[in-house]
């Protein structure tokens, strides 16, 4: 996730484009850059580090064009450095280019391109549009974007600007946001509507496929064969804080929401088309993914419950056996660990300083270690052998929910990798589980439309001081993460417990009064969670149920509320379970009025032990 912005007008365009990027960092903040068209060509200026380090070398040698593209990144393919800053350029410096989303066949092109003689200033997926539009040069500069457009595949929202043509910008969207201003004599583009709102409320949204043409008095918007398309605009009236939130109250809400495009994006080019997993950026040799024998899982807060689940994700589908860890207790229990041990540091930020001195603890054992993390370039990433990214963009709110669910994605992911690689489950099983792992973005979607029911039925608990969440196997881990959640955002007290262990004391807690929320999404459990659900009800606890579509009937009899998500397979369910978990949390922490994206005593990054 980056942020893109682009004008077009009679305006220094720096001072249209510095501000955009601002309002932008929120989709990504480790290196920015602008490209500006102006009396002496085509010029850009870019930095790795924040805007305030782009606004310094800027100010130090200033640039001038009234057409330009900025950029602020949150990497994907390469590291955070400015030379992988966009803009990118082509070989002789005539097109610039912004991109935000993924390249998928970036390497395939960039092999021809270089055997063609092309020369890469970066490693990212990006350049290869620069210098595919250079070997357009012929071409209007809006054919040779369409041209390209059918070439690259995967998410692109991009932005194109050429020295022969100085008055104009050629974007086109796939899959990535791209929305665009239209001012009076000039017009923006953007990422997303906060980048330009202090200009213009009057905004086109692009749809997928379309190449949009801009110059300072037109906007035209075409398909890839150059047909035009209608233009529908719309008048905003949102203020520039809640643009930022993308009309939510809050990030969390937002975040919540965004689950989908971030499991979406997660998933992109790691499952090719016959079903079989690829982590190309794994660079782990398969004779050590044969040669391993045991798994640890090493995390902190919300990634601990990432974790749990990928204990039973990796024993069920490997039979390797697997521990797990809470990372701040790792070390100090003098864990058995050799080279034949793989760990799995998870940590969404991967600065977590717990985290970090766990893994560093595991390699001085000769263990092998892969980093899962949101973070491109991290500590984690830096200090593993081998790195996993989930791609959700920067999460703001400081309770964790996109960076969960897509943990939870790509633990399974890499579960069934391990199997794939090791022989160990069955292709069949495998491309079943792998099918309803790509039909997560949909699932997802669905679990949240149950937003509604659960305001309503939580508008009753904004004073209950008791909350239980209880689950077996797969459904444990959900359970943690939904009493987690209201913990932090809702200062409540909030038990997470294996529903079978409550008769060996916590029962006695249960009385009148008592929220008890039952997760049950894990068939071969289900029944027993069932009895046990009916134990909490006899104790007068006030009994929620959380299920899958069609089991709604079995849990009637000892449910005051019904929560049914949408099915999946085995383990891959519970990601559809933790939605409606999210949202509990989200809405008592409404009712009582606190703020949920900065919960008091709580950071986002923990770098203390
Ligand atoms: C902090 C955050 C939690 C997060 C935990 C681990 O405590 O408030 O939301 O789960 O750190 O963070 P990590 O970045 O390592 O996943």
């Known amino acids: 996730m980056c942020g893109i912005v682009g004008y077009v007008g009679p305006r220094a365009a720096l001072d249209v484009l510095v501000p955009g990027l601002e309002g932008l960092e929120y989709r990504g903040y480790d290196s920015a850059g602008v490209a500006l068209i102006g009396a002496g060509g085509l010029t ?50 005539t097109v610039a280019v912004i991109h935000n989303g993924i390249v998928e066949n970036w390497a395939a092109l960039r092999a021809k391109l270089i055997a063609n003689g092309h020369e890469f200033a970066s490693d990212t997926d990006t350049e290869v549009i620069a210098h595919l539009v250079e070997d357009r040069a012929d071409m209007d500069l809006a054919d040779a974007v369409r041209d390209v457009m059918k070439l690259a595949d995967g998410s ?44 213009t409320k009057k905004v086109i949204a692009v749809d997928d496929d379309r190449v949009v043409d801009l110059t300072a008095e037109s906007i035209v918007i075409t398909d890839l064969d150059g047909n035009e398309t209608p233009i529908s605009e719309r008048e905003i009236e949102w203020d520039l804080e809640a643009a930022e939130k993308g009309g939510y109250p809050t990030f969390m809400l937002k975040e919540i929401n965004e689950q989908p495009t971030a499991i979406t994006d997660t998933l992109r080019g790691r499952i090719d088309g016959t079903g079989r997993i690829e982590f190309s950026e794994l660079e782990l040799d398969n004779k050590i993914i044969r040669m391993i024998d045991k798994v640890f899982v090493i995390a902190c807060g919300t990634s601990y419950h990432a974790a749990m689940m990928a204990k039973y994700a990796i024993e069920r589908w490997t039979r390797l056996p697997v521990e797990i860890d809470i990372a701040s207790e790792f ?56 790195v996993l990214y989930t791609r959700c963009g920067p999460e703001i709110g400081v309770a964790a929910t996109k960076t969960f669910t897509t ?75 939904g009493a987690l959640k209201l913990k932090e ?31 049950a999404t894990d068939s071969h459990v289900r029944a027993k969670t069932l009895s046990n659900m009916e134990e ?74």
Request: with cysteine.
């Open 156 to 199: 692109l929202a991009i932005a194109v600007v050429r020295t022969d043509e100085p008055k104009r910008i050629v974007a086109a969207r796939r899959g990535s946001p791209l929305v665009i201003g239209r001012g009076d004599g000039e017009n923006f583009l953007a990422s997303d509507i906060p980048a330009f709102l202090r200009h």
């Open 331 to 386: 070390r100090y229990r003098d864990p058995v660990l050799d080279d034949r041990s793989l760990v799995i540091g998870i940590s969404q930020s991967g600065e977590t300083i717990d985290t970090l001195a766990a893994i560093r603890y595991a390699k001085a054992q000769g263990a092998t270690v892969v980093g899962l993390s949101n973070v491109v370039d991290s500590a984690l990433a830096r200090d593993a052998d081998a």
């Open 407 to 481: 943990q939870l994605v790509m633990l399974q992911l890499f579960g069934l990798y391990l199997a794939q690689n090791r022989g160990t489950l069955d292709p069949g099983t495998i491309g079943n589980l792998v099918a309803a792992i790509k039909e997560l973005p949909q699932t997802v979607e669905r679990a949240l439309q149950l937003e509604d029911q659960i305001r309503g039925m939580t508008g009753e608990w904004a004073d209950t001081r008791d909350f239980f969440f209880l689950g077996r196997a797969g459904d444990f881990p959900v359970a943690m993460e």
């Open 489 to 519: 955002i809702a200062y409540v007290r909030a038990e997470g417990y294996p529903a079978g262990e409550m008769k060996h004391g916590p029962i006695s807690l249960i009385e009148k009064g008592v929220v008890v929320i039952g997760i």
């Open 44 to 93: 850009v200026t870019k930095t790795a580090g924040r805007m305030a380090d782009l606004v310094a070398a800027l100010d130090a040698e200033p640039i001038t064009g009234s057409v330009g593209i900025g950029h602020t990144r949150w990497a994907t393919h390469g590291a955070p450095t400015t030379g992988n800053a966009h803009p990118h350029r082509d070989c002789d410096g």
């Open 536 to 609: 909490m009800k006899a104790r007068g606890g006030t009994i929620v149920m959380v299920v899958e579509e069609g089991d709604e009937d079995e849990v009637a009899s000892v449910a005051d509320h019904v929560i049914a998500v949408p099915n999946s397979p085995d383990l891959i369910c519970i990601v559809n379970a933790v939605v409606p978990l999210q949202f509990l949390a989200y809405h008592i922490a409404n009712a009582k009025g606190l703020d949920v994206d900065k919960p008091r005593n709580l950071a986002k990054t923990v770098t203390v032990e």
